[in-house]
């Protein structure tokens, strides 16, 4: 075995230096990237934009730790974007492992903007039942959470008795890290209840709601950390994924690269053993 | 009986679903067996807990290999359960919240500080993984395989910033691939899938498909 076919089997280790190099560099040496924004982008910027001040949103975030970190700085960002037009949240979620960070994330929100909870937003927690819930919840937001997140009755909140229900509000913001998610509330809650929705979904996600986008059902999308770091440009703050951007781009190349070093050893000694 | 009755429920309850879409009368109806799913769908998840801990607990009585790995898990049940179901929110020990399951809490504490880093960690080691695999397994070895190559390169590279860098029309070349021949392929699946659930559903709803109750 020369040394072209040795490479073309190298071991995964040195793969996984490489990889670890690649999106270690930019967090070592800071890389300052411009970053474009895009259609789907600006019409979600655009859509919250429009919102007459003070609307209430209904805001499921549909994710769990393991997509906290494309997820949570479009949440940041949307949090920061509708509280700006002094919207009024009405925040919960369908994952089972996701009440414990949303909560988080709100809190650190809602101080820095000092937002107050009840009258500015509420958290409802999880519940099971995923698409049952959600046509549910559009008929009778206090008949599926009696009580927040906290054990407080729902409608002892000052926020929750201007709405209970589905149409009571302005837009859907939809934070989405898979089943149930996006497609999920188009299919039950948009589509039948005509309220205009948003989603910023995981980056792999993203091409499986572009039809949803196009079609008008979605009015805005935000894919991956991409797609929160454009936004993050737009709404004028530099959070986790504008930080991520650099980190993201090395790790792609790196992947890129290594996709195209392993088409030329492939080639190349596909031939030589076609010589012999 | 056993098989008619079932049946008949299915029938009703599906006939109920889809008149509420069309006929607002309906609704409070449909409300109603709606509310009986979600009672239904909590008493499986307890079900469920308690299937995961007869499992785990025949494995640590069997003195199973993973049995280690069981009593960790059974542990975590049943600490996780006591802190943030039985305990109160009133049961403070040394200036820490031991019940409930607010921010503050041991329940919130033990979420955020291992379990989230945990998944997270899980998560980010598949960009090494996707790293080893593509390089072994990304090979044109077709045409088709090097037109699926040569997209996923120019998705990727247009996708973040430095695409644009390297050349000004990526992002450009990268949102008409998602929007034009992404978005031809995904909605031929999604139409081809909604008509097919369309049929199975008319099929269980007019009493044709019963495979569900067993047989035939």
Known sequence: MDWMQRLEKLDRRIIFVIMLIAVSIPVLVRLDMPIPSSKEVDDYYETIEKLPDGSVVFFPADFDPGSVAELEPMMRSALTHLWRKNCKIVCFTLWDTGPGIVDAILRDMAGKMNKEYGTDYVFLGFKAGREVIMVQIANSISGVFPQDYSGKPTKDLPLMQQVDKLTDTKLIVNISAGYPGTKEWVQQVRTRYAVPMLSGCTGVSAPEYYPYYQSGQLSGLLGGLGGAAKYEARVGVKGDATAGMPAQSMGHLAVIALILMGNVLYVVNKKKAGAR | ?216
Do not use: C
């Open chain 2, 1 to 216: 009986m056993r098989r008619e009755i079932p049946i008949l429920i299915t029938i009703v309850i599906g006939w109920v679903m889809v008149m509420d879409f069309f006929f607002p009368p309906v609704s409070s109806v449909a409300t109603r067996m709606r509310d009986w799913t979600l009672i239904l769908i909590a008493i499986s998840q307890m079900l469920g807990v308690a299937n995961v801990a007869r499992i785990n607990l025949d494995k640590v009585s069997r003195k199973h290999p993973d049995a280690p790995y069981a009593m960790v898990l059974l542990l975590a049940i049943v600490l996780m359960i006591a802190f943030g179901v039985f305990l109160p929110k009133s049961a403070t020990i040394g200036g820490l919240t031991w019940g409930g399951h607010e921010g503050g809490s041991v329940f919130d504490k033990v979420y955020n500080q291992m379990y989230v880093p945990m998944q997270g960690t899980m998560f980010s080691l598949l960009a090494f993984f996707i790293a080893s695999a593509a390089y072994r397994a990304f090979k044109i070895r077709s045409p088709e395989a090097t037109i699926l190559g040569v997209t996923a390169v120019i998705i990727m590279i247009g996708q973040v910033p430095i695409g644009s860098l390297l050349w000004d029309g990526m992002p450009g070349l990268s949102a008409w691939i998602m929007n034009v021949p992404n978005l031809a392929a995904k909605r031929a699946i999604l139409i081809g899938a909604a008509l097919g659930a369309i049929a199975t559903g008319m099929k269980v709803i007019l009493g044709l498909e019963r495979n569900y109750v067993g047989g035939e």
